[in-house]
Each structure stands twice: as structure tokens, then as C-alpha cells.
């Protein structure tokens, strides 16, 4: 059975990935929703938080644990990883929208947008710089010798997007405004760092224009998987599949089942849990 870790709901954006490609898995989903939203916490809180999740889904027999949540992937991730040494096996959404974005970018300036614990964390800065020597290949002369990284903290975008406003005109204002950096900064590629952006993709992607490659950590994390399993056989093996689905969440059920249907796109039950 594969986990799926969120600080809520937004961590079905990734689900729905993988549904897509996975549908006979069985999944484990547990979003801790009584201690979110994670983005504004200190590191070390996430580090606790996360590390209490990750043993609760171990506990239930997971095989395969994916940290769905960017700030705790950005903060956390290693420190898990480390702790349970591979026994399961524990993959975040950053490395693969990491290294993603070094594939697709022209010109090497990449821009990151995500809550503020993932900007602080300067995560995405770090693995773009030490992966661009292995993937960093730009075929314009124009392009940078080395990648330049613009980030840009959008702390109100969650809010906005869990009380359904992905089309109302203040969070488009909202978008333009904090995207105006980025867009004077000439990107040419945009990670959407966090779960809740999918949601915004369309918009965001209207807003920079159509020469900017605009990179979900959802879509990117659901596509790395494949070749992670055809390299891995005996994590594939491990997994159940009997395409049975369960939904934790460490708060209010009811919420958490209509607001999450809205991000996973179909009709969910979850019950509450004490982790
Ligand atoms: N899941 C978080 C992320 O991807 C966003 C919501 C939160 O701050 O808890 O960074």
C-alpha cells in the first residue's frame, strides 16, 4: 500500500497523479489537517509533525510513503529518510519538479513559487543548484552558464484556493501581484511548489504567457514514480493492489470530505484519526 502524507487536503492534487497512472494501488491518503496549514510553521514544528505522520502510516503497513506536501518536503524529508533508512521507502514531491524544470528550461532562470516555509527553507534553490550539472542542458546560446533561481513566498494563495476562490477577481489580483517579480524577472520556467497551485495552474499559466513552462510538483512527482518503480522492482512488488483507497484526515471528516473531493475531482469519505 502506498501513504500519501499532506498537512490537508492539498496533497490529493498528488493522489489524483497517481490515480491516474496507478489506479489498481491501494492508497493510504492521511492529511493532518488539525495542525495545518504547515507554510507558516517553523521548520522544526514540520519536522515533528511529519516525523508523526510518516510512524503513523508505517504503523498501518504502508510500503511506499510519499511526503504529497512541499513544505514538508522541504523541510523534513531528509530527517525522515534518514530515520527509517529505506525501510519503506520515502519519496518527496521536490526533486522530481527539481528535476524536471533543469530539462525543460531554455535560459536557466527558473522561478519558484510556494508558502513561506518553502521559500525560507531555500529547498528548491539548493537541489536546482546541485542537480543543474547532470541535467542542465540548454540548447539556446543565449541561456545562462549556470541556472539563476527566483522564489517568491504567495502565503495567501492556500487560503484562497480552500474557500473555492480559484476564480474570483481578488485572487487573480492577488496572482498578478505575485507573480509581477517573477514575470520582470524573465523566467522561463515556473515550479508550482506547493499542493494547492494545481488548482491554479490554468490562471497562472494565462498570466505568464505562453513562452513560460509552468512545472506542477504534483505532476512532476506522479511521472517520476514510473521510472522510479521500473528501477526499483522490488518496491513495485511491495505494493498492494487491489485498488483499495483510505482516507485519514486528523481533523473535521465532513470538511475534509467535501473540500478534498474538490481537489482529488471525485467523492471522498474520510475519517478522523489521532496520530
Ligand atoms: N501542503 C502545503 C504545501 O504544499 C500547503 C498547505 C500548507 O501550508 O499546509 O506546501
Redesign the pocket.
Known amino acids: 500500500m502506498i501513504g500519501i502524507f499532506?498537512?490537508?487536503f492539498?496533497?490529493l492534487t498528488v493522489m489524483k497523479e497517481y490515480l491516474k497512472k496507478y489506479p489498481d494501488f491501494d492508497y493510504m491518503y492521511l492529511g493532518d489537517q488539525a495542525n495545518?496549514?504547515?507554510?507558516?510553521h517553523s521548520a522544526e514544528r514540520v519536522n515533528k509533525l511529519v516525523v508523526q505522520n510518516v510512524e503513523f502510516l508505517i504503523q498501518k503497513g504502508c510500503t511506499l510513503i510519499i511526503v504529497a506536501?512541499?513544505?514538508a518536503s522541504a523541510d523534513a524529508l531528509r530527517v525522515v529518510q534518514q530515520k527509517y533508512k529505506g525501510k519503506p521507502t520515502i519519496l518527496g514531491v521536490l526533486i522530481p519538479a527539481v528535476e524536471e524544470a533543469l530539462k525543460q528550461t531554455r535560459f536557466g532562470n527558473i522561478g519558484v513559487i510556494?508558502?513561506r516555509?518553502?521559500m525560507d527553507s531555500n529547498a528548491y534553490e539548493r537541489e536546482l543548484k546541485k542537480y543543474e550539472k547532470d541535467l542542465y542542458k540548454p540548447s539556446d546560446k543565449r541561456a545562462l552558464k549556470s541556472v539563476k533561481v527566483i522564489q517568491k513566498a504567495c502565503p495567501l494563495l492556500?487560503p484562497f484556493v480552500e474557500e473555492g476562490m480559484t476564480k474570483a477577481m481578488v485572487t487573480r489580483m492577488m496572482l498578478r501581484t505575485y507573480l509581477r517579480p517573477l514575470k520582470g524577472a524573465h523566467v522561463d520556467t515556473l515550479i508550482l511548489g506547493?499542493?494547492?497551485y494545481p488548482l491554479l495552474q490554468k490562471e497562472i499559466e494565462r498570466m505568464m504567457g505562453r513562452q513560460v513552462k509552468v512545472i506542477s510538483s504534483a505532476k512532476a512527482a506522479a511521472d517520476a514514480i514510473e521510472d522510479y518503480l521500473k528501477r526499483h522492482p522490488n518496491v513495485e512488488k511491495g505494493i498492494t493492489k487491489n485498488g483499495k483507497r483510505t482516507y485519514y484526515t486528523t481533523d473535521c471528516p465532513e470538511r475534509f470530505s467535501e473540500l478534498g473531493g474538490k481537489f482529488l475531482g471525485k467523492k471522498i469519505v474520510g475519517e478522523r484519526v489521532e496520530v
Open positions: 499532506d498537512s490537508g492539498g496533497g495545518a496549514p504547515y507554510g507558516s506536501c512541499n513544505t510556494g508558502t516555509g518553502t492556500v506547493c499542493t494547492h
